[in-house]
């Protein structure tokens, strides 16, 4: 199995444009977490689904950032309009709630943003 | 407030040596901990979580509530455990905060 999925892998844009990541997490998982991480820091977490339900957006800057999952399947992440600060790695992460012995988040691989 | 400390951003250590990564946390509450590693180019995967009590690639970590501490250990490092490790706090409410993480350089 591929594990979860992520695209792009990377993405240079200017300030100000507008930027979208996309996200497929492991068949199956309800939850899925959308993380930043920063050079040098560890992940923080943006927002939280429950199968379509976003249950924790508190850390979503919402002023600039969205975020859907239409379906309760995969995900977008967008950015707009893009600042500086937001270079960074996006990593998305799902989970199966259902299992709850087994709290383990699955990782993709990540998209690296970075903005001139 | 909930919070991960891992003190040592790069921890160098010889091959054959012990090799501890610290971390501490703060939770009122029962805290649940895990260690998160990610080697070169690969993606972050979960390496033991407190309860499990396991092993896994030699490591082991041990919950210290009254030193609020989760430290990893391995009694001989190995040139393949070079990676960043995260110590990461699950709360009651679904939430995992990270530490910056420490990456473990294995000298020859």
């Known amino acids: 199995e591929a594990g979860v999925v992520q695209s792009p892998r990377y993405k240079i844009i200017e300030k100000k444009q507008p930027v979208a990541f996309w996200c497929n997490p492991i068949?199956?998982?309800?939850?899925l977490y959308w993380y930043r991480q920063n050079l040098g820091q560890g992940p923080e977490l943006l927002i939280r689904?429950?199968?379509?339900?976003?249950?924790?957006d508190s850390q979503l800057p919402k002023d600039r950032f969205s975020a859907k999952r239409l379906k309760g399947v995969d995900s977008t992440l967008k950015i707009q309009p893009a600042e500086l600060g937001d270079s960074a790695v996006y990593l998305c992460?799902?989970?199966?709630?259902?299992?709850?012995?087994?709290?383990?988040?699955?990782f993709g691989p990540g998209t690296r943003l970075t903005v001139l | 407030a909930q919070r991960v400390t891992q003190p040592e951003k790069l921890l160098s250590v010889f091959k054959g040596a012990p090799v501890e990564l610290k971390c501490n946390y703060s939770?009122?509450?029962?805290?649940?901990l895990f260690w998160y590693v990610q080697y070169s180019r690969q993606r972050l995967q979960l390496l033991l979580r407190?309860?499990s009590r396991e092993s896994i690639k030699g490591f082991t970590a041990d919950l210290n509530k009254g030193e609020t501490s989760f430290h990893l250990k391995k009694p001989f490092a190995q040139e393949e455990d070079s990676a960043m490790y995260y110590c990461?706090?699950?709360?009651?409410?679904?939430?995992?905060?990270f530490g910056k993480g420490t990456r473990l350089h294995i000298l020859p």
């Open positions: 992460a799902s989970r199966n709630t259902w299992a709850p012995q087994d709290n383990e988040q699955f």
């Open positions: 068949s199956g998982h309800n939850t």
């Open positions: 689904y429950e199968n379509e339900e976003a249950v924790d």
């Open positions: 939770y009122s509450g029962s805290p649940e």
């Open positions: 407190h309860i």
């Open positions: 990461a706090l699950g709360s009651r409410d679904d939430k995992i905060i």
